[in-house]
Structure formats: C-alpha cells, structure tokens
C-alpha cells in the first residue's frame, strides 16, 4: 500500500519512544469489540479535522483498523493534511494481536 506501513515492533517503538499516538480507525462498534490498549477511535470517516488529532503535527500518528486497509487510506489522507509522520500499522490488529500486543474491550 502507499503508506508502506510498519510493523507492530515499529508501531510500538513509535508510541514508547517518539510520543507517538495510537489511532484506531475502525468504526464505534468495531472498536468497543476490540482494540489497542491505548488507542484513540476516530472513525475512518471523521477523520478530516477530527479534534481528537493531535495539534502537533510533527507528532507520530500510529493508525490502526482490524485488517490495516482503513488505515494505510487514513495515513495517506493525514500525511496530505500535514500529519508528515501518519502510518498505518501493516496487518492491522489482528497483527497486534499475533504480536502479544494488549487489545482491550469495551464492556458491553
């Protein structure tokens, strides 16, 4: 894909050693299935000015959705909106997941 994206190591890099933020794409009820720890939902579809982003745009953004495509189109909008730094995390969550990455639920 055009963002190229990155691993989850890399993913986790970012978030632990560049204040990089964590960014879940997927839509409300996707999220709340199962997520991240720490992410942030901004659905796909809100992201364009979503207050939520960071002001800082030199900020690492660490995009993630449940397969990685919603993301890798989410890191090539924002790098458009000056987010330089915006990628999307390859595989998605269900690479997170592989990885032993801690995924949180929301209660129902």
């Known amino acids: 894909n055009a963002g190229g994206g990155v691993g989850t ?25 199962g997520h991240a720890v720490g992410a942030r939902n901004i659905p796909f579809g809100s992201l364009e000015g979503a207050k939520e ?28 909106a000056g987010h330089e730094k915006a990628t999307a995390v390859s595989g998605g969550l269900a690479a997170w997941r592989e990885a032993g990455l801690p995924v949180d639920k929301k209660p129902a």
């Open 53 to 80: 982003l960071p002001g800082n745009k030199t900020l690492p953004l660490v995009l993630i959705c449940p397969t990685g495509a919603r993301a890798g189109r989410a890191a090539g909008l924002l790098r458009k």
């Open 9 to 33: 190591a890399e993913a986790v890099r970012l978030i632990n050693r560049e204040k990089g933020v964590l960014i879940d794409v997927s839509e409300p009820a996707e999220f709340a299935a």
